[in-house]
T-cell receptor, first 115, second 113 residues
Framework: DAGVIQSPRHEVTEMGQEVTLRCKPI?????LFWYRQTMMRGLELLIY????????DSGMPEDRFSAKMPNASFSTLKIQPSEPRDSAVYFC?????????????FGDGTRLSIL | AQKITQTQPGMFVQEKEAVTLDCTYD???????LFWYKQPSSGEMIFLIY??????QNATEGRYSLNFQKARKSANLVISASQLGDSAMYFC??????????FGTGTSLTVIP
């Protein structure tokens, strides 16, 4: 079975550029989560969606970050303009909420470096 | 407020020995779930084991077991017969408020040959 698919795996870009991270959740999962992981701050939840609707975006750092989920099989996280402090690994995870014992399934992450 | 605490930043264990990774949680919810994840140096997050707040038996999955002490609000992960491939970061997480996950800061485990 295909897991959560994230692209790109690595992204290196210059400060001020727009960055778009993409995620395809596991088919049938109805929740999607975006996380950011750094050594200093650990794993931070940025935003999550239920049935394509954003539920909690309180973790989004600032207006430079935006996330969309236009349909059940695709989500994007956009940073515009990017800054060096945005350098991190960004994870997308999906989950089926039909049973309480279901874990979040993580993608392999996007390693983002802003120069 | 929901909170997960992992107080051991780093742990060492001899190969083939057992090791316990600590996790305490804080929630006012009666219904919640506890999850453990493994993150090897390659970076992916791998789900290991789940314990529900109403489960009376401790969860087990192969060499992983969860020592769940509800009154103490602890959910420690026990890895038996450690292997070199167990060297990784381990994260405890709690699901509360319906679908919201709270992660701890992680414990780095090193298995010594």
């Amino acid at each position: 079975d295909a897991g959560v698919i994230q692209s790109p795996r690595h992204e290196v870009t210059e400060m001020g550029q727009e960055v778009t991270l993409r995620c395809k959740p596991i088919s049938g999962h109805n929740s999607l989560f975006w996380y950011r992981q750094t050594m200093m701050r650990g794993l931070e939840l940025l935003i999550y969606f239920n049935n394509n609707v954003p539920i909690d975006d309180s973790g989004m750092p600032e207006d430079r970050f935006s996330a969309k989920m236009p349909n059940a099989s695709f989500s994007t996280l956009k940073i515009q303009p990017s800054e060096p402090r945005d350098s991190a690994v960004y994870f997308c995870a999906s989950r089926w909420t039909g049973a309480s014992n279901q874990p979040q399934h993580f993608g392999d992450g996007t390693r983002l470096s802003i120069l | 407020a929901q909170k997960i605490t992992q107080t051991q930043p780093g742990m060492f264990v001899q190969e083939k020995e057992a090791v316990t990774l600590d996790c305490t949680y804080d929630t006012s919810d009666q219904s919640y779930g506890l999850f453990w994840y493994k993150q090897p140096s390659s970076g992916e997050m791998i789900f290991l084991i789940y314990q529900g707040s109403y489960d009376e038996q401790n969860a087990t999955e192969g060499r992983y077991s969860l020592n769940f002490q509800k009154a103490r609000k602890s959910a420690n992960l026990v890895i038996s017969a450690s292997q070199l491939g167990d060297s990784a970061m381990y994260f405890c997480a709690m699901e509360a408020h319906g679908n919201q996950f709270y992660f701890g800061t992680g414990t780095s485990l090193t298995v010594i040959p």
